[in-house]
Structure formats: C-alpha cells, structure tokens
T-cell receptor
Framework: DQQVKQNSPSLSVQEGRISILNCDYT??????FLWYKKYPAEGPTFLIS?????DKNEDGRFTVFLNKSAKHLSLHIVPSQPGDSAVYFC?????????????FGKGTKLTVNP | NAGVTQTPKFQVLKTGQSMTLQCAQD?????MYWYRQDPGMGLRLIYY???????DKGEVPNGYNVSRLNKREFSLRLESAAPSQTSVYFC?????????????FGPGTRLTVT
C-alpha cells in the first residue's frame, strides 16, 4: 500500500507562471515532509522541508504547504523557470522513535516551457 | 568535500553473476541508505544503517546484502544477479538533528542484468 502518493506523473507549465506539485499521504504517524528534485543521470537533491507543527515553509521561489487534516502537501514554485524542469519527489518520515527512514512518492515530472 | 560517492557508475551483469556496489561519504554522517529507482516506482529503500555496526532491511531487501564497513563506507552486494534487479541504485547518508531529516544522495549506479 502506497503511503506517499503523487498522483500526477507529469506537469507542464509556462515560464514565469506558478507550478503546483501535489502529494498525499496515508500514514498519520508521518510528521516531517521533504521535497527532492532530480535531474536525469543525477542523484536527488534536497529542495525544501516542513515539520508537521507548521503549515507553510518558504525558501525563495519555493513554498511548501501542509494540510494535516487532509493529509496533503503541495510545493509551489513561483515564478517557474526552465531550469526547474526535473522530477520532483515528495518524501515523508515518522520521526518518533528516532526513525530516519524516508518514504518516497513516485515523483512528478515538471516541464517548464520557455 | 565530495559528499556521497558511488562506484561504479555503470555496470552490465549476466544473470547469476555477483557484484558489489560501493558507497562512501565524507560528511561524518552516522546513517547510510541504499535505494533503487525503477521507472514509475519512485525510490524504494533496500537496506539502511542507522550507525556503524548496524544494518536493517528496508522495503525491498530480497536478493541483496549490505556491509557497513566503517562510518564512511556502506556497500551493497548482489550475490546472484537477476534481470529484476536491473535498476538505478542510489546511496544516501544523513545525520539526525533537530528537525533535520535531510538525506544526501550520491550520483547513482545504473545496473543492467541480462
């Protein structure tokens, strides 16, 4: 059973517009969430994270929103740039008990068109 | 500071052959991980090591063994490769900290089993 779901395999947006990537989770024990970005032939790189005690975290053009009641988080990229074209993975961790394991979604391929 | 390094970058094996994927990190992290990435499947945890001297199974451990050689190095061994193990393998490391569960990934090893 998939605990972290990214239901959109792909997303295409125009340069300068907003990109919104969505992620749903089922495990109510998850209390820390991360977004990773992956270019072809490279390893994933950390982008932004949020703890369950917050509902928003912002870092430059990237903002992550968390709706705990809906078990839903989203990544907003404003404005989108062609260099943002990559696969984005949502990940979650249940940190109680000191677990460091992350559970990843299947990813969403973002294409930003010039 | 190289971060997480993996060798080899590419490998082709015949069914039944064995090989070891090497991973090293220079960030003095306690925890290390092995993932595989298959098309449309996201990143799935094979094995992890929370600290030197300990290893634990992840989501998809069958057909693999691991060794945490020292704090820096974590190897993944395929004793008898099968076509189902054709994948891209990523090693990662992390250091548990207050509200920090970020994992740092290597560039990956692309393995083909024929």
């Amino acid at each position: 059973d998939q605990q972290v779901k990214q239901n959109s395999p792909s997303l295409s947006v125009q340069e300068g517009r907003i990109s919104i990537l969505n992620c749903d989770y089922t495990n109510s024990m998850f209390d820390y969430f991360l977004w990773y970005k992956k270019y072809p032939a490279e390893g994933p790189t950390f982008l932004i994270s949020i703890s369950s005690i917050k509902d928003k975290n912002e870092d430059g053009r990237f903002t992550v929103f968390l709706n705990k009641s809906a078990k839903h988080l989203s990544l907003h990229i404003v404005p989108s740039q062609p260099g943002d074209s990559a696969v984005y993975f949502c990940a979650a961790s249940a940190t109680q008990g000191g677990s460091e394991k992350l559970v990843f979604g299947k990813g969403t391929k973002l294409t930003v068109n010039p | 500071n190289a971060g997480v390094t993996q060798t080899p970058k590419f490998q082709v094996l015949k069914t039944g052959q064995s090989m070891t994927l090497q991973c090293a990190q220079d960030m003095n992290h306690n925890s290390m991980y092995w993932y595989r990435q298959d098309p449309g499947m996201g990143l799935r945890l094979i094995y992890y090591s929370a600290s030197e001297g300990t290893t634990d199974k992840g989501e998809v451990p069958n057909g693999y063994n691991v060794s945490r050689l020292n704090k820096r190095e974590f190897s993944l061994r395929l004793e008898s490769a099968a076509p189902s193990q054709t994948s891209v393998y990523f090693c990662a490391s992390s250091e548990l900290g207050a509200y920090s569960y970020e994992q740092y990934f290597g560039p990956g090893t692309r393995l083909t089993v024929t």
